[in-house]
């Protein structure tokens, strides 16, 4: 670790958030905590996450619903992170959950969420999952063709539950995301388009005492830096709902909007002019959740203005998923410098850390860009350009633009003369991260620190050990 004595900033560093991310004494701290003394206590790699920015996320959805003059629930999507302590952070706060599969539907019923309140997305659902779904009485279950309203029939048949199911669909609307989180899209693998729609409600109704056509559902896809395709896509679903109501007296209890709520990946702006500007404008997204709901609230009174719509909107409640917008500026990622090179022939200064895309995928994926600062010279000028990469044995396995896109930085800027044992950090990471991480290269997954109020850490998942890598191996 360096020993340079830097006289510490007054002014917050661009990327701090009061009270919860913040240099203190030239660390970078979360709700307090020091995140060396994390580090020393939990080691490194290590996952952060903070359970009161969780609860003030979830307070900034819940005040953004106030401009609605329908309920609205909020559905966390637990694919974003479904840590066992997060999701118990998220029932504490008072919402409800989506999930994605059967095993993030234990995982929901195991820290306490209600069947109630629970909805199943997918596109790809076992018998199994159904099956588990539809006995234990879930809010929705999304049925993403027309051929699994079948499948929902006959777990409904085994189990002697009725299910409660909404329709997924997939209008063309795009977004100015990344086309690998666009959802809306008749190229895209979702839902069911509207030319099938009608028939897939008939077919749905058809079997009244097995299956509850509760609602309707589009996810136009995650971080949706606009207004308008939540607008769009609840025209797209009104109309359907009123033409069903017309066609057959059915009236819908629920319009699900999804998720896609964005979160601002660029507070600090200091290497933000060396990304693309539409990648800026998408990972710059600063929308509040109420300028959304505002927008489908508008697109909604304008949608019901004779006595017959207004009679079917006042039966409806509004959903949303949100994932992205609950965790992701809820989590950290530190990492320390394992090994440094000074390339003779380029002048480049390489900074070898052991947190690689095993932690974080879509730096792989989608060339995702997470703000990296130093967690031990937080207030530090950031302005020493640096090649940073993590310990995978793969060329790709960098935080810096590899392929010539252009989609993120050539260099990561950090104070000057970082050595090893310095500790990073990677901010905003809590979404998509901990839930995609994998063992790649015998790396055994790190543990995971909770933050509370006032800065106690509380371990919330156990490093792997060398044995865990073999656990499900037979030989
Ligand atoms: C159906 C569905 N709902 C909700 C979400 C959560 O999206 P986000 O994390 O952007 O809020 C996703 C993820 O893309 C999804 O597929």
Redesign the pocket.
């Known amino acids: 670790m360096t020993t340079e004595h830097v006289a510490h900033s007054t002014i917050a560093p661009a990327w701090a958030i009061p009270g919860y991310l913040e240099a203190r004494d030239g660390h970078l701290t979360i709700n307090g905590a020091d995140s060396l003394k994390l580090v020393r206590r939990f080691g490194s790699p290590l996952y952060v996450f903070s359970e009161p920015r969780v609860r003030e996320n979830v307070a900034r959805l819940v005040r953004a619903a106030r401009v609605s003059d329908r309920p609205v629930r909020f559905c966390y999507?637990s694919?974003?992170n479904s840590n066992m302590a997060v999701l118990k952070a998220v029932l504490d706060a008072g919402i409800d959950i989506?999930v994605?599969s059967g095993g993030e539907l234990y995982k929901a019923l195991r820290v306490g969420f209600r069947p109630g309140q629970i909805i199943f997305?997918g596109t790809s659902k076992t018998d199994e999952e159904l099956d588990d779904a539809v006995r234990a009485g879930i809010l929705s279950v999304n049925v993403d063709s027309l051929y699994e309203i079948g499948l929902v029939a006959e777990a409904a048949r085994r189990t002697g539950k009725r299910a409660n199911v909404t329709l997924r669909l997939v209008p063309e609307i795009s977004t100015r995301s990344h086309i690998g989180?666009q959802?809306a899209l008749l190229t895209s693998k979702f839902g069911i388009t509207h030319s099938e729609v009608q028939n897939a409600f008939r077919r749905a109704l058809a079997s009244p005492d097995l299956v509850n056509v509760a609602g309707i559902h589009i996810?136009v896809?995650?971080?949706t830096p606009d207004v308008e395709p939540f607008a769009e896509a609840f025209k797209a679903m009104w109309s359907h709902l009123v033409r069903l109501h017309r066609e057959t007296g059915h009236a819908l209890s629920h319009i699900n909007l999804?998720?896609?709520?964005p979160v601002n990946y660029l507070r600090d702006r200091s290497q933000a002019d060396q990304l693309p500007e539409a990648e800026r404008e998408m990972l710059g997204a600063s929308l509040d959740p109420s300028e959304i709901l505002g927008a489908v609230m508008r697109a909604a009174r304008e949608s019901a203005r004779d006595a017959e719509a207004e009679h079917l909107l006042d039966q409806v409640t509004f959903l949303f998923?949100?994932?992205?917008?609950v965790v992701g500026d809820a989590g950290v990622v530190l990492t320390t410098v394992r090994n440094i090179k000074r390339r003779p022939e380029t002048g480049d200064v390489w900074l070898l850390t052991d947190a690689g895309f095993n932690l974080l995928l879509s730096m792989t994926t989608y060339s995702w860009y997470y703000q990296l600062v130093s967690a031990s010279r937080a207030d530090s000028p950031h302005a020493t350009p640096y090649k940073v990469a993590g310990p995978l044995c793969d060329s790709g396995d960098v935080y810096f633009d590899i392929e010539g896109e252009g989609r993120l930085p050539d260099y990561r800027n950090l104070p000057a003369e970082v050595e090893p044992g310095e500790l990073l950090a990677l901010l905003n990471s809590g979404?998509y991260s901990l839930a995609q991480a994998f063992p790649y290269n015998g790396r055994p997954l790190p543990a995971v620190a909770i933050v509370r109020d006032g800065g106690r850490a509380d371990l919330a998942r156990k490093r792997d050990t060398y044995e865990d890598l073999l656990a499900g191996d037979v030989w």
């Open positions: 999507a694919k974003a989506e994605n997305n989180l959802t996810h896809g995650s971080q999804g998720g896609g709520i998923e949100p994932g992205r917008s979404a």
